[in-house]
């Protein structure tokens, strides 16, 4: 399961807001940056946990997901790319993932689950960075990507905004979104690391 497949589309899409964001002045840095703070605003409305914020969070976490196919494609229109510009993006993709998950979990009180999913989420980027590091290339692959965990939490805040009750066994969406970016996260890690290890 994963929306990366779908890169070459949302590349065909950004046109209009990359020469948007070129007519104004910005640079890929600087969108990486209001990305990062759209993120932070998602976090603050889910931590807020009512119906409202919830519905004003999903949008945010997916104006993040947005943006951060944007700055990439604005660097390649610029032909500014460089390791510096990866290296802050993903950075605060990291940083991103973080507080947007904190929100959630800080939102209901699940802070062992926040642990857990932040965690999961975590490992998973490292591991694919880490096998980049030992020369097999940057690994993407895995049951949850980035784009598929923002979409899942983009929908989580819309089913959050219009059903607060417990779903299964008292946990509600939120806490079932946790658990799932628990499991798979940790998941997703054990699975890159015994691809790369065969690789080896």
């Given at each position: 399961?994963?929306?990366d497949?779908?890169?070459?589309?949302?590349?065909?899409?950004l046109?209009?807001?990359?020469?948007?964001?070129?007519?104004?002045?910005?640079?890929?840095?600087q969108?990486?940056?209001?990305a990062f703070?759209?993120?932070?605003?998602?976090?603050?409305?889910?931590?807020?946990?009512?119906?409202?914020?919830?519905a004003?969070?999903?949008?945010l976490?997916?104006g993040?997901?947005?943006?951060?196919?944007?700055?990439?494609?604005?660097a390649?229109?610029?032909?500014v790319?460089?390791?510096?510009?990866?290296?802050?993006?993903?950075?605060l993709?990291?940083?991103?993932?973080?507080?947007?998950?904190a929100?959630?979990?800080?939102?209901?009180?699940?802070?062992?689950?926040?642990?857990?999913?932040?965690?999961?989420?975590?490992?998973?980027?490292?591991?694919?960075?880490?096998?980049?590091?030992v020369g097999?290339?940057?690994?993407?692959?895995?049951?949850?990507g980035?784009?598929?965990?923002?979409?899942?939490?983009?929908?989580?805040?819309?089913?959050a905004?219009?059903?607060?009750d417990?779903?299964?066994?008292?946990?509600?969406?939120?806490?079932?979104?946790l658990?799932?970016?628990?499991?798979?996260?940790?998941?997703t890690?054990v699975?890159?690391?015994?691809?790369?290890?065969?690789?080896?």
């Amino acid at each position: 399961m994963t929306l990366d497949q779908f890169r070459p589309l949302a590349d065909r899409l950004l046109g209009p807001w990359v020469s948007a964001a070129d007519r104004l002045g910005l640079s890929p840095d600087q969108i990486s940056v209001i990305a990062f703070l759209v993120a932070v605003g998602a976090a603050g409305a889910f931590y807020a946990a009512e119906p409202v914020f919830y519905a004003l969070g999903a949008v945010l976490v997916l104006g993040n997901g947005w943006l951060d196919l944007v700055d990439g494609a604005l660097a390649r229109e610029q032909g500014v790319s460089s390791e510096g510009g990866d290296l802050l993006d993903h950075v605060l993709d990291r940083y991103a993932d973080i507080v947007i998950i904190a929100g959630f979990a800080a939102g209901v009180d699940a802070y062992a689950l926040g642990f857990l999913a932040v965690t999961g989420v975590l490992m998973t980027s490292y591991l694919g960075t880490q096998i980049q590091a030992v020369g097999l290339g940057r690994e993407y692959g895995g049951l949850l990507g980035r784009a598929d965990r923002l979409a899942l939490m983009g929908i989580v805040g819309l089913v959050a905004a219009l059903y607060a009750d417990p779903l299964v066994v008292g946990l509600g969406v939120v806490e079932l979104l946790l658990v799932l970016l628990a499991v798979v996260g940790h998941l997703t890690a054990v699975q890159r690391f015994l691809g790369a290890w065969g690789d080896l």
